[in-house]
């Protein structure tokens, strides 16, 4: 069964394979963690700042995972990322947020690291997307990045939305998406997500069934 086509010539992934799988794979959800936070926490909210200066401003509020309570921290984040309402945050990895707002350009941000900068965020915009034919790119599944940083000259994001395109990028080499049409419709509500062990990309469909994106570095 074909799963995806071959187009990434430049990201140099490999053929795609489907291997099947019984148990069921973690997946993130917001959750962050990096070399200087022991253990990994849950950003929860942010509480705005009360103030004219920081009126789009809030104060970060955490779950450490071996903890039961909330943890409020005097980081400083924009509000419209944790407002749900915004709607503009699309998914999360390794301590990066992905936003996408209406001009279609999908962020990365550094926000919602507890351990970075707020007062020199990081912002890496990466180019349009990209729609493939009878697809959207509208609604994200969700976000997944194969390295800690999208700063990293070998990371490569990964993006699955809702229906039959995935859309890679390599942030920090020459970016541009490479995009892919899913064949089989029992990955289309699926999310992306990266095995480190296997260095590759992988996506758990409906019966246990896992594709498999190989990717060569």
Not at 91 to 113: E, Y
């Amino acid at each position: 069964m074909s799963l995806l086509l071959s187009r990434l010539s430049k990201l140099c992934v490999g053929k795609p394979d489907l291997v099947r799988r019984s148990s069921l794979l973690l997946l993130s959800n917001g959750f962050s963690s990096s070399l200087l936070q022991t253990p990994p926490c849950r950003t929860l909210t942010a509480h705005p700042c009360g103030d004219d200066e920081d009126e789009y401003l809030g104060k970060l509020v955490i779950m450490n995972a071996n903890e039961s309570r909330f943890t409020y921290l005097e980081k400083k984040v924009p509000l419209e990322i944790v407002d749900p309402d915004e709607r503009i945050t699309i998914g999360a990895s390794h301590g990066w947020v992905a936003t996408l707002k209406d001009d279609g350009i999908l962020r990365l941000q550094d926000d919602l690291n507890p351990y970075a900068s707020d007062t020199d965020p990081k912002r890496i915009p990466l180019p349009p997307l990209v729609t493939l034919p009878h697809c959207q790119t509208h609604i994200v599944t969700n976000v997944a990045m194969s390295s800690s940083s999208p700063e990293d000259e070998d990371c490569v994001v990964a993006v699955k939305f809702l229906g039959p395109q995935i859309s890679f990028c390599r942030p920090a080499n020459k970016p541009e998406w490479r995009n892919i049409r899913i064949e089989n419709p029992c990955f289309y509500s699926s999310r992306v997500m990266f095995s480190k062990k296997h260095d590759t990309f992988r996506i758990l469909g409906s019966g246990g069934t896992l594709g498999r994106v190989n990717i060569h570095r």
